[in-house]
């Protein structure tokens, strides 16, 4: 979720951010993250942005790298028009871009993660 943290301080304090959240799913063994974000940005309608992503987890269990392999953008709400919309825009990253993240899961319960990012943020999910 940093890298979509980030993206939103790029433009500035007009945007309101209506909701976030992250899917994980364990495919194949390996277990893929997609993390969401629908924003609204002044003047230029509401959006949402992706960052889909592959969780390497370490020995302890708690800690995991993050690699994020794509990010996506589509405006759903162009001009604050409810019936504008755009396709999804999904732009891949490069092998050598990909930067990976780490993260460390401080609690977990059937309800509740909480966790750091590798700069120190601080998430919480709920279900």
């Known amino acids: 979720m940093a890298s ?3 993206m939103i ?3 500035g304090s007009g945007i ?3 909701r976030i959240w992250q899917s ?3 495919i194949d063994g390996e277990i893929r993250s997609n993390n969401q974000a629908i924003i609204e ?3 230029i309608g509401e959006y949402q942005l992706g960052a889909e992503g592959v969780w390497i987890p370490e020995a302890d269990e708690r800690t995991a790298k993050v690699t994020f392999n794509a ?3 589509q405006a759903t709400k162009l001009f604050s028009q409810s019936d504008w919309s755009l396709p999804e825009l999904k732009i891949p990253v490069l092998d050598f871009l990909k930067n990976g993240a780490v993260w460390i899961t401080s609690y977990l ?8 990012g590798g ?4 998430f919480v999910f709920r279900r």
């Not at 700069?119 to 601080?122: A, E, F, K, Q, V």
């Open 71 to 73: 990010f996506a953008a």
């Open 119 to 122: 700069t120190g943020n601080l």
């Open 109 to 116: 319960d059937e309800d509740t993660r909480i966790g750091r």
């Open 24 to 26: 994980l799913n364990n």
């Open 16 to 18: 309101k951010v209506q």
């Open 9 to 11: 301080d790029i433009f």
């Open 41 to 43: 940005l002044p003047l």
């Open 4 to 6: 979509l943290a980030k």
